[in-house]
């Protein structure tokens, strides 16, 4: 199976605060992983330099095999790479539908003057958007919400809709931070079926933060586990729930651990 994802040797400090050390991953063509640690460990710093929100003082981080660190975080975007956030991030004034649209905007060709000018080819991308994010709330569930603004919706539908703006751009790769964060019980049963429908229908690689262990063990293949900054275990479901130095970082970990960054967890 072919590498669509691999981040080599990344690291990345705050300060005299060492954040990542020495991080690395590889992703094949559907392969469904997960990135766990303790609070503090460095995981949404890991999305942030995978995606170019930040930039390593060490490593690469290569998509289907291109360097792209260094780029922009809408060109990585635009180069297949998608993510969602630990706080969802919506146009909430917006419609759902619109919120929708407007992501998919990374792939249309249409510039500033064929849009004034209204042009055959900028209305013909429009309609293709348009529909193109009906089918994804349709498959994301939310399709009859379409015309509601996005602040309205309950916050299970909330992370469906940003799922479905992260799915607008057409990507290889898709990283969720935190998906069944705050949902109850059935919403976390649907979303687990949500993400495996996902991963089979858009041959998506897919890689996830995600504090419910239960979810983590039963979808991920591959498991990668940090604790400050450092992978301290890597593999199966299996060998990570009986490796000592994972049990050692959970039931050890402070529950105020903090870290430099504030939006890392």
């Known amino acids: 199976m072919s590498e669509v994802l691999a981040a080599r040797g990344l690291s990345l400090s705050f300060g005299g605060l060492r954040a990542v050390n020495d991080f690395s991953l590889s992703l094949g063509s559907s392969d469904l992983a997960g990135l766990i640690g303790p609070n503090g460990a460095g995981k949404t710093t890991v999305f942030n330099l995978l995606t170019g929100v930040y930039q390593p003082d060490a490593g ?76 994804l709330l349709e498959l994301l569930g939310i399709a009859h919400r379409r015309e509601e603004q996005a602040r309205s919706l309950p916050y299970g539908d909330q992370r469906r809709l940003e799922i479905a703006r992260a799915l607008a751009t057409e990507p290889k790769v898709l990283l969720l931070d935190e998906p069944v964060a705050g949902m109850n019980s059935s919403e976390k049963v649907e979303m687990r079926g949500l993400i495996q429908t996902l991963r089979k229908q858009f041959d998506l690689a897919i890689l996830l933060i995600e504090h419910d262990m239960g979810l983590v063990m039963d979808i991920c293949e591959h498991i990668t586990v940090l604790d400050h900054g450092m992978t301290i275990a890597a593999g199966k479901p299996a060998a990570i729930q009986s490796n000592p130095a994972v049990i050692e970082a959970y039931l050890g970990a402070p529950e105020d651990e903090t870290t430099a960054e504030s939006e890392a967890s």
């Open 60 to 135: 690469s981080v290569l998509l289907d095999g291109k360097q792209v660190n260094g780029k922009k975080p809408s060109q990585i975007a635009a180069a297949g790479l998608a993510r969602t956030f630990q706080n969802i991030r919506l146009f909430g004034e917006l419609s759902v539908l619109d919120n929708v649209r407007t992501a998919a905007g990374v792939r249309t060709r249409s510039g500033l003057w064929r849009s004034l000018l209204r042009t055959p080819l900028y209305l013909a991308e429009e309609r293709a958007v348009t529909e193109r994010s009906l089918e």
